[in-house]
Every structure is written in structure tokens, then in C-alpha cells.
């Protein structure tokens, strides 16, 4: 007899990258497996380099570790390969830790980050031979979720038996607890859900019922059972700083999409880009102090050996102290090769000398994200970056000596015509002359044009939008190609047809949950990867589930209709969001609101929420 | 100052690539408070040299590896504190100094591989198999290459190969191969002999260990 471990031994030397699945990566737990009350399943679903580069797993998985009756572990959506091997040799789905089968956990949560692996989470579950419609599992495994995606948790109503909503180190542990307390006096799984129901945060989408008008619109979510919150608050870490951050991190042996150190320096934004989810629901903005970044910085080095530290945070150059940030670590860390990077910044009008710094211990590129090619439409989605800001700040970056630049954009914007993405390709053709300015001929360089298509999402003031026609965002497209040829220049793009369905599921409610199940059924998964993506199988299970998807993709909503996600209270206010909706119209910009507060309901969420501003 | 490290890798770490196991060093060298020299560049990198490639898949237990560091710490201790952080399944065995510019590549003269692979069925007198299928004069087998295909002769390369034992249906093979410019790996050996054979070692399930690389 083969043990689960030989099998999969077995398989790996006949698998693309083994590592994937090998486990034991320098900060990995292990632990006896036989002492712990609650088994975890920490769960990704996408591949494990992408789930290895996620800040959130890395902070829940010790935390959640801290706990002396907790044992949590890590899975990912094994690669096609891997699937097809697993599936030929009857391994089901096992933690990376200690290959347990899935099925044998209490508890498997996943984290929602984009809306197209939710075909890879049905999949899993499926792998691991666990139904995947709630009402058709008993108690255990408990499936939960949490994450930006779960912000609309209607789409997956149908899978998961409890969502967390916010900010997932403020709740975990309250969840266990209750759970550790049930186990001890064995499982009612009604009676656990209801009294979770008791907890800030949780939604239990088992206890409502969606109801629709006869226009295919939402008339509301309403509570099948007394007791249970009409309204589910989100929750957040009031003080960042205080709150938990490991001072490990796992370090894979192969390479992932963000291998080096992440520090997060703060969590929210005060920009209030119109299109932009996580601007809205992370609010508010929570900064880390410099100290205690430092002394972070410091055992995460001594912790994993990493060669790069990234200041992580949806916009890393308004962190109030960067500058001496910055410096401070370059030089207690420059004799040692160790770099600073901000990738997920998008430099606007950032100092190029900060950038200059970072240069002399590893190389960075220039990232800028205008976003749109006009100020007109900058002014709509409320960009606060000019033409001239971005042109000097090149010039800069020129003479200091990059010769690639990568400007993103957004095409299908409210509003936008064609002269609006023309204006991406002047806009890139003017960095083009700054060179020719700067260098005397356009030798080595390089700029990279990247669009992405709107989507619009729960929670921004574009909400009521439709996706502009697939049609139409080719035609877009192809202009761009035609305005960006020669050796300089480089477009790429998102496939539309992708960005539909991110479309129709991120304003999806429970009916497009079913149709997400027969894609499925029909052997959609891997949404996000052009290879894998089977839109014909996924228009056809639409059809079959008589929904109809340009329905929750292009259609304009109004103000006052029912959206699947007003069961959640994200903090920012629907009025607010209305307000900016209407100012965008106007074309009229809103400030950042660490000026002053622009009034978008956070603080009242709860007591003791303070935001930037406030504090000062 | 330059160190050679004799390292074994086994267990999982057999699925990792060179280039991994060069960040997997990197990496144990920075928490063990190690300073080593580090490459001009943009992206600096430490120096850091191997013995051949291993194969993925395959442990070893006397690969090789260079690197320069900055400290001025004895062999031992380098070794003592790197075992003590690096992972599970990767340890160095041995270490010792060399002169700056004593390269590891022009040592390699020979190494030594223990194969473990699952029969079909049984398999009797293997040991006069071995030498019947050594006593050919040419062992012609397909080589890939950067060009496509071509044909060589293995013989040469052959400097031992022989019968070790058999264990619940698993057997185990020892061969000793000549280390040059681009000398077969002990898989074709495996693969040429099955062939001889007709086909009784299951290919998709061996096991390659490098028990020791031979320096001069
Ligand atoms: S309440 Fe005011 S300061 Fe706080 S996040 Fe909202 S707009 Fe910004």
C-alpha cells in the first residue's frame, strides 16, 4: 500500500516545477499534527507562486499558528498537470505542511483577491472530494472566506458557509474560539452559525434570501431567520501598529512573483480614484510607525535571509515619512546588497531622487500610471496627476539615466472617447520627445504601454457603470495598436472578453453564483490565464442557467436599485459615493483627503475609528 | 577569502534547480550573519560557483560549491553556521580554503551515481549483464544537443558500472562516469542498459543520487 506521501512522490519527478507542491520552505510550521483541536486549511486559489507573493496569507498563517490549538497549513490550486496526475492516481487534494487530505480539516478558508479564481476554488474542493454547494456538505470541512472579493459575497452564497468581511487578523480568532467552544461540546451546525452571526463581521449567507423584481433586479437581501444582522459591518485593525505582524515570512526555494521581504507600511488610501475598490473598502488610511518598521525591517531580514525588502501599501510614496524611510534602510542595508523596492507603486510625480537612492543598491524600473490619456478623464476618474508632472518627472528619470519607462492605463472609463485613448498614445509619444530631448536620438529606449479595461466594482463611486461593449474596447485596442508601432514602443493589453467576466461576476448575485458552478462543471478554471480561458463554455453555461451576463456587465444601474452587496457596510457611505459619482460627471476633482477629510463615512463605523487626518 | 563546500541535497530539496539552490544559499549566508562578497552591477549577486548541474529530481551527497566571503571565519565555523540555517535536507558536509583563483570547474575530473529504479517483474544474473553489456565495443545512444540529435559513443565515459543489490522490487545500480564538456549523465547509461535488457526497469520512477563528485 502507497501512503498519500509515496503517491505524491510518485508523481512530482513527472510534474512542471515540484517545488510547488514539496512544502518545507525555511519558516514553514510543523507541527505535530496529532495535538491540535482545529486543523486550518489556509487556501489560496490560484498557483503557488501567486499565493506565496500574498501579504494577507503570510500574516494569517502565523497568526492563526500562535494559537496553541490551532494548526494551520497552506494549500494552493495545484498547476493543470498536477490536477491530471492527482486525479489519474487518486490523490486528493493535501496541505503542503504535512500532505493531509483537505477533507480531513475543520476548517478551510480561502482568500478572495480576484473574482476569476473562483472556478479554481470549486475545483479544489472538488479535488479534495468535498461537495461544493454548502447545503450538500455536512459541518465539516467549515468552508470560509474572506477578502476584497468578498465584499459581494453573493456570488459564492451558494459555496461558502461564512464570510469574513474586512480586515481578517481583527476576526479570526473570535471565529476559532467559538469554534474550539463547539467542538468541545460538539457540532450543531446551525446552532454555530447562528451564534457567529454575533460576531462583527460575519456574514452567513445561508441565513438570507436573495428576492428579485421582475425587471431581473435585486429587490433586497432579507434574513430568513430572527436575530441575524440586516446589515453586515465590515471590521478593521484600528491601530496598525499594534496589531499582529509576524516577523517571518516564508521563504519558497523557487521563484514567485514577489520573493523578498514584504513590509506594510500602511494599509488604506486617500486618494479616492474613482474606479478603485480598494481605495474605498481599506479605508481608513492606518500608517505603521518609522521604529517599528525599522526594527521589523531589521528581524525579517535576520528571519529569511531575503535580498529585497518592498514597502507595500496601495500607494507606498504617501506614506508620511518615506523619505527617511527610504534612507534609513538603504544605508543600513546597502554594504550588504540588500535593495528597497516599491512595486506596487505607481510612480506619479515621486521625487526621482528617492528613486535615484534605491538605483544604487538594485536596479528599478520606472512605472507611471496615468491612467487615462487626457486630463479631461483624468479629472473624471479623479487622477490628480498632470501632463507636466508626468512629462518632468521622466525628463528627470532620463537624464538620470533609465531608458525604460511602463505607463498603465485604463480603457473604458465613464465617459472616455476616442480621443481620450488617442491621447494615450500621444502621451506616450510626448515621453518619447523628452527622451529625443534629454539622450539627442530615441537609441535604447523603451516604453511600455499597458491598458487594462475597466471593470466597474462594489464600493466606487463607478458602481452604477456598465463595462463598455467588448466591440467597442477592441476598437480601442486596435487604435492603440496602430498609434504605437515602432521599435519603441510595446502594447499590451488585457483580453476583453476576461474583463467581462470579471465584469459580470464582481456585480454578479446568487444567480450568476450558479452559472460560476456549471461553468465549472464544464471544465472552466485558471479564469485569469488567456490559455485556460474557455469564454464560449462560459457563455453557454450563462445560457443554460438562463442568465443573461451583459445584464451584470454593461448595464447602467440607478441610484436607488438594490445591489446584491448592500448586505455589507463597508464604511464609505453610498452618498458619498454618489457625490463623487456626480462630481465625476462634472468633471470636478476631489482632494486627498489627508488636506481635508472629504467626508466618506468611515469614522462612523465604528467607535474609535480615526483616520489620518484626525490624528494629526 | 574563498571556501569549497562539500554539501549533500536530498529529500524535497532534489526539485530544486541550480539556480534555486544558489538563492537557497544566498539566503541561509545573510540569516547566518555571513558576509560575502557580492558581484558589481546592477543587481549584485554573491559569487558564489557549482560543480556540473545536477539534474532536478536527483539528491546528491558530494556536490561542491565555491564562494567568496568577506569575514574571517574558519572553515568550520562557516560550516557550523550555515548548517544551522539552512533548510531541512541540504547540509555541508565539508569545508575548506582555497586560493582566490583555484576554479572548482577545472577540479571536476569524475563522479560517482547510485540509481534506484522499480523492476518489471524479475530480473536474474544482472551483474553478467552489466559486464556483457560493458564488453560491447561501442555503446551508440542519442544525445541531445543545442543542434538537435547526434549520436555518440558512451563507452568511454563508462568508468565503473555495476550491480549493487535488490530490495522489495527496487534495484539498486552503481556507475561511475567521466566528468568532460558535454559528457552524458548517468540516465543515458540507465537508459541504454534497459534497452540491452528489453525494457525491465520501470524509467518512470528511478531515483538518481550523486554520491560524490571527484575532484583531483
Ligand atoms: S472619513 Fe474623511 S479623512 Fe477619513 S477616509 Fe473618509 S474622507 Fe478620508
Not at chain 1, 530 to 558: H, L, S
Not at chain 2, 145 to 172: A, Q
Request: hydrophobic share 40%; charged share 30%.
Amino acid at each position: 500500500m502507497y501512503s498519500i506521501k509515496d503517491k505524491i512522490e510518485n508523481i512530482l519527478m513527472k510534474v512542471a516545477k515540484p517545488a510547488r507542491y514539496t512544502g518545507g520552505e525555511i519558516n514553514s510550521i510543523i507541527k505535530n499534527t496529532k495535538d491540535f483541536k482545529i486543523r486550518f486549511a489556509f487556501a489560496f486559489p490560484d498557483i503557488y507562486e501567486i499565493g506565496m507573493s500574498h501579504l494577507g496569507m503570510k500574516i494569517l498563517y502565523y497568526l492563526i499558528n500562535e494559537r496553541s490549538d490551532t494548526y494551520c497549513e497552506r494549500v494552493f490550486a495545484p498547476w493543470v498537470d498536477m490536477e491530471n496526475m492527482m486525479r489519474e492516481c487518486d490523490i486528493p487534494l493535501f496541505t503542503l505542511e504535512t500532505k493531509t487530505p483537505l477533507k480531513e480539516m475543520d476548517i478551510i478558508g480561502f482568500t478572495l483577491q480576484y473574482e476569476l479564481s473562483y472556478t479554481n476554488i470549486l475545483n479544489m474542493l472538488n479535488l479534495s472530494g468535498i461537495p461544493i454547494r454548502r447545503i450538500e456538505r455536512d459541518f465539516s470541512p467549515l468552508i470560509i472566506a474572506g477578502g476584497p472579493c468578498g465584499y459581494n459575497p453573493a456570488p459564492l452564497s451558494d459555496v461558502v458557509d461564512l464570510f469574513v468581511i474586512g480586515e481578517g487578523e481583527e476576526v479570526i480568532n473570535e471565529i476559532l474560539d467559538l469554534y474550539a467552544d463547539w467542538k468541545d461540546r460538539g457540532f450543531n451546525k446551525e446552532k454555530f452559525l447562528k451564534e457567529a452571526t454575533k460576531i462583527q463581521g460575519v456574514y452567513v449567507p445561508s441565513f438570507y434570501k436573495e428576492e428579485y423584481n421582475e425587471d431581473g433586479t435585486v429587490k433586497g437581501i432579507f434574513p430568513l431567520v430572527e436575530g441575524v444582522p440586516s446589515v453586515i459591518k465590515k471590521r478593521i485593525v484600528k491601530n496598525l501598529d499594534k496589531s499582529y505582524f509576524p516577523a517571518k515570512q516564508i521563504v519558497p526555494y523557487i521563484n514567485i512573483v514577489h520573493d523578498r521581504i514584504m513590509l506594510e507600511v500602511f494599509r488604506g488610501c486617500t486618494r479616492g480614484c474613482r474606479f478603485c475598490q480598494a481605495g474605498m473598502i481599506y479605508r481608513p488610511v492606518r500608517e505603521k510607525s518609522r521604529e517599528g518598521l525599522l526594527e521589523l525591517a531589521d528581524k525579517l531580514i535576520k528571519t529569511t535571509g531575503y535580498e529585497e525588502i518592498s514597502l507595500t501599501s496601495l500607494s507606498t510614496c504617501d506614506y508620511s515619512k518615506i523619505e527617511e524611510l527610504i534612507h534609513d534602510l538603504i544605508e543600513k542595508y546597502k554594504e550588504r546588497g540588500i535593495g528597497i523596492a516599491l512595486p506596487s507603486t505607481r510612480i506619479d510625480a515621486f521625487s526621482v531622487n528617492l528613486l535615484k537612492e534605491i538605483q544604487k543598491v538594485r536596479k528599478t524600473g520606472l512605472t507611471l500610471a496615468p491612467e487615462a490619456g487626457t486630463q479631461r478623464l483624468r479629472d473624471v476618474i479623479n487622477k490628480g496627476v498632470s501632463e507636466e508632472d508626468l512629462l518632468n518627472s521622466t525628463k528627470e528619470a532620463f537624464k538620470a539615466g533609465w531608458n525604460t519607462v511602463k505607463l498603465y492605463f485604463m480603457i473604458g472609463l465613464p465617459t472616455e472617447t476616442m480621443e481620450d485613448v488617442a491621447g494615450i498614445a500621444y502621451l506616450a509619444h510626448k515621453v518619447a520627445d523628452v527622451y529625443k530631448e534629454v539622450r539627442g536620438n530615441t537609441k535604447n529606449l523603451k516604453i511600455t504601454v499597458s491598458t487594462s479595461t475597466f471593470v466597474p466594482k462594489p464600493f466606487t463611486p463607478f458602481q452604477w457603470f456598465g463595462q463598455e461593449k467588448i466591440d467597442l474596447i477592441i476598437e480601442k485596442q486596435n487604435l492603440l495598436k496602430n498609434m504605437l508601432k515602432g521599435k519603441i514602443f510595446r502594447y499590451s493589453f488585457h483580453e476583453p472578453h476576461i474583463s467581462f467576466l470579471e465584469a459580470v461576476i464582481s456585480k454578479g448575485d446568487r444567480r450568476v453564483g450558479q452559472a460560476i458552478v456549471k461553468a465549472w462543471e464544464k471544465g472552466c478554471k485558471f479564469d485569469s490565464w488567456r490559455d485556460y480561458f474557455k469564454f464560449d463554455v462560459w457563455m453557454d453555461a450563462f445560457e443554460e442557467e438562463g442568465i443573461n451576463p451583459y445584464f451584470y456587465a454593461n448595464k447602467e444601474r440607478d441610484f436607488y436599485e438594490t445591489f446584491p452587496w448592500d448586505i455589507i457596510d463597508c464604511g464609505v457611505k453610498k452618498d458619498y459615493l454618489i457625490r463623487e459619482y456626480n462630481k465625476a460627471m462634472e468633471g470636478k476633482l476631489t482632494n486627498d483627503c489627508r488636506l481635508n477629510c472629504t467626508g466618506c463615512g468611515i469614522k462612523e463605523l465604528d467607535k474609535g475609528v480615526v483616520c489620518f487626518e484626525a490624528k494629526k | 577569502m574563498k571556501l569549497r563546500n562539500r554539501f549533500m541535497k536530498a529529500d524535497n530539496l532534489r526539485f530544486i534547480s541550480h539556480l534555486d539552490l544558489m538563492r537557497v544559499i544566498e539566503r541561509a549566508m545573510r540569516r547566518g550573519d555571513i558576509k560575502f562578497s557580492l558581484s558589481k552591477g546592477f543587481n549584485p549577486h554573491p559569487l558564489i560557483s557549482f560543480g556540473p548541474a545536477l539534474m532536478l529530481g536527483a539528491t546528491t551527497h558530494g556536490d561542491y560549491f565555491d564562494v567568496i566571503i568577506e569575514d574571517n571565519l574558519s572553515p568550520q565555523e562557516f560550516k557550523d553556521r550555515m548548517n544551522a540555517v539552512l533548510p531541512e535536507g541540504i547540509y555541508i558536509l565539508d569545508s575548506y580554503e582555497v586560493g582566490e583563483k583555484d576554479l572548482l570547474s577545472q577540479h571536476v575530473k569524475e563522479a560517482e551515481y547510485i540509481v534506484k529504479a522499480r523492476l518489471f517483474g524479475e530480473l536474474k544474473e544482472i551483474q553478467n549483464k552489466i559486464e556483457a553489456f560493458m564488453s560491447k565495443d561501442k555503446i551508440i545512444i542519442k544525445k541531445e544537443t543545442k543542434k538537435g540529435k547526434k549520436d555518440i559513443d558512451l563507452k568511454p565515459y563508462i568508468l565503473n558500472f555495476k550491480y549493487i543489490s535488490t530490495d522489495e522490487g527496487w534495484i539498486l545500480l552503481y556507475i561511475k562516469l567521466t566528468i568532460a564538456e558535454g559528457s552524458p549523465g548517468p540516465l543515458y547509461v540507465i537508459n541504454a542498459f534497459n534497452k540491452f535488457i528489453g525494457d525491465k526497469i520501470d524509467t518512470e520512477t528511478y531515483r538518481l543520487d550523486r554520491k560524490d563528485l571527484i575532484l583531483d
